[in-house]
């Protein structure tokens, strides 16, 4: 379950009586559209149906089994919140689109590259700033993943970018080879990679341009900087980081 000041509230009016339910805003947006596939329990804050959630009030059962066939609050949670309405605060509305703003400006930053600098990740900052020169507002009603698009096509005006995907071959020592191989392997979609005669070891991975800099801490730190690494653009040719 999710902590109550976490939740919002879902209601529904029928047959006279008021039902109400507590669970993730989220997860409510994608119950409502039929696309939730995760466990009921872990996004609702109750297991339980309201007739006034803020008072713990609770309808008569007969009034449940009357609209809903049944008592069970976990067969009539998903139905309040598809057939009602999603409530939310001013606060909540405020906190919601704050943290889907953050969530929007970490996925840019992960995935885009700027192609007038040799397709440099923008850092997080630049994408802040450049933002706010932007009409775009995060919509704190839909899901980041849907409003993407939307945002990179309110930022390419104001700065050069794109996503993209980049490449990387890195070459760990003998020394680091056993424990750093692990670690980098995970980062992205590994390609190939091969065990060398004197324990090397070589690895080539794909994952999002905008990684780029996460991608070298990690190997730098796990190597203590001793490792090689190289975008790989195209077969023949290797760019030597």
Known sequence: MIPLEEAVTARLESHGERFEVLVDPDAALEIKRGEFDGELEDVIAAEDVFENASRGDRPAESALEEVFGTTDPLEIIPEVIKDGEIQITAEQRREMQEQKHKNLVNRITRNA??????????PPERIESALEETDF????????????????????????????????????????????QAKIRQFGELEREEWQNDGGWVGVLTFPA?????????????????AETRIIKD??????R
């Open 113 to 122: 590259v700027n192609p007038q600098m040799d397709n440099a990740p923008h």
């Open 235 to 240: 077969e023949d040719e290797l760019s030597t």
């Open 210 to 226: 905008g990684m780029q800099n996460e991608f070298y801490d990690l190997v730098n730190e796990h190597t203590s900087g001793e």
């Open 137 to 180: 507002r995060v919509d704190p009603m839909e899901p980041v993943e849907t409003q993407v698009d939307e945002a990179l096509d309110a930022l390419r005006p104001v700065i050069p970018i794109r996503f993209d995907e980049v490449t990387v071959a890195v070459q760990v020592p003998a020394d680091y080879a056993g424990s750093a």
